[in-house]
C-alpha cells in the first residue's frame, strides 16, 4: 500500500484531470451559449489570442472571431442567428497534458426552418487544439469539416494515439 | 505545500463538486428515460415536491406532472410516446453551490415520423433550477422555451456568471 | 470526523467511479471514430472478444465485428461510410460495480443526404453490458432497437434500479 502522502499526490493528478476535462466541456457549453446569444465578444474569447478557426473559411485574431458573430451581412448574423439557432458539441473525447489538450468530436448548429421545425444546418468533424492560461482554457485551434465522404479520417486523428 | 489535512479537505471539495454534477447530469437521463418509458411516477419524481415548468404551458405539483405523461388524451401519449420518441438533453453547464445548483443547455425530443425516419418534435433552450434533500437533486424550476429567433438569451442567463 | 486515512479511501472509491465512467464514455467515442473512419480493427476491439451486438440484426466474434465495417458490400460502407456519417452516442447513465459496468441511453448515426445535408440514418434504444480486462473497458453485450412505439421499456430497464 503506498503511503498517504503518495496516495494523495495521485488523487490530486486524477481530480485534476477529471476537472480539466470538464473545465473543456464548459468552454465548448460557452461557445454555444455565446453563438446563440450573439455575444461576439464571450465568443471570441473561447479562443485564444492566436487562436486559429480552420473551417469552411479560415478565421484568426479576436477582432476577427468577433466580427463573424457581430457583422450584419455575414452568414451568422444572416443565416443562423436570426433564424432560430442552436449550437451544440460533444460527445468529446479529451486528452490533458499540463497546460495543453486536444478534444475530438463532432459539432451540430441547428436552425429554424421555414415551417417552425429544425434542420441541421452544418454537422462537424472537429479536433481542437486549447491551452490554459491564467486558469482559463482557450481554444489555439480548430480544425473541422462537414461530415462527408472520406474527411472523418482528416479530422479524427488524435483518439488513435489516446491509449 | 498545504498539509495533508488541507489537500485532503480540497480534495473533498473538488470530488464532491464533480459527482454533484454527474447526478445532475443523471437526473436528466432519467428525465428521459421515464418520459419515453411512459413512467409518470418517475417523471413526475425528477420535479421537486414544488416544482414547476415554465415552458409552452406552465405544470406544477406531481399529480399534474403524472397527468402530462399519464393522460391518453394529452401531447405526450397522442403525438410523441405513442409514435416513438426519445428525450434528450445536453450538453449542460452545471454550477452547484451547495445543495442548490443550476444547469443550461438544449433539449430535444425526436419523434418517429410516418416515413420510420425521425424528426425532431421539440428542440429547447433550457435553464434548469435545482435542489438537493436527501441525498437526491430535483428540478425546482424549468424555463424552457423552443429554438426561434431571440429567444436563446431569455433562457441562457447564467452562463454570463459562470467565471 | 472520519480518520485521515478512511477519507481517503473514500475519496479514492469515488475518484475510481468517477474515472471509469469517463472510461466508458470515452469508449463510445472511440466507437463513432472507429465507425466513421471505416477502421474495422479498432471498431471490433470496442467489443469483448466474447461480446454480442444484438440488434437488427446479432453479431458475435471480432471477426464478425471487424467484417462488418470493412465488407464492401455491407450496409456500413455502402449506405453510410461512403455517404460521409457521423454516429453520436449519449447522454448515457452509467453503473459500475468492480470491473463490470452498465450504460443505457440513445445512440444516433447521422448519413449526409443526397441534398448535402444530413438526415438521421438510425435512432435508437441502447442497453450497454461492460467488462474491465487489463485496465480496459469492452463492450460484452449492447442491446439496440430503434426509437419506435413500445420499445423503450425494452432496453431501458436497468436505470430504474440506479437508487
Redesign the interface.
Known amino acids: 500500500m503506498a503511503s498517504?502522502?503518495a496516495?494523495?499526490a495521485a488523487?490530486?493528478a486524477?481530480?485534476a484531470e477529471?476537472?480539466a476535462?470538464?473545465e473543456i466541456?464548459?468552454l465548448?457549453?460557452?461557445y454555444g451559449?455565446a453563438a446563440?446569444?450573439?455575444?461576439a465578444r464571450?465568443w471570441s474569447q473561447t479562443y485564444a489570442p492566436d487562436g486559429v478557426y480552420d473551417g469552411l473559411e479560415t478565421i484568426s485574431g479576436r477582432a476577427s472571431f468577433a466580427h463573424a458573430i457581430d457583422n450584419p451581412a455575414g452568414v451568422h448574423k444572416r443565416d443562423i442567428?436570426?433564424?432560430?439557432?442552436?449550437h451544440?458539441?460533444?460527445?468529446?473525447?479529451i486528452r490533458v497534458r499540463g497546460d495543453e489538450a486536444w478534444a475530438?468530436?463532432?459539432a451540430l448548429v441547428?436552425v429554424?426552418d421555414e415551417h417552425?421545425?429544425?434542420?441541421?444546418f452544418s454537422?462537424s468533424?472537429n479536433h481542437w487544439d486549447l491551452r490554459r492560461r491564467a486558469g482559463r482554457w482557450a481554444v489555439t485551434r480548430r480544425l473541422s469539416r462537414?461530415?462527408?465522404?472520406?474527411?472523418?479520417?482528416e479530422v479524427?486523428t488524435a483518439?488513435?494515439t489516446?491509449g
Open positions: 498517504l502522502e496516495q494523495v488523487l490530486t486524477q481530480v477529471l476537472t476535462r470538464e466541456r464548459e465548448l457549453c460557452r451559449f446563440d446569444t450573439g455575444s464571450e442567428e436570426s433564424k432560430g439557432s442552436l451544440t458539441s460533444g460527445p468529446v473525447m475530438e468530436g463532432p441547428w429554424r417552425s421545425s429544425w434542420r441541421p454537422l468533424y462537414p461530415v462527408a465522404p472520406g474527411l472523418a479520417g479524427f483518439w488513435r489516446a
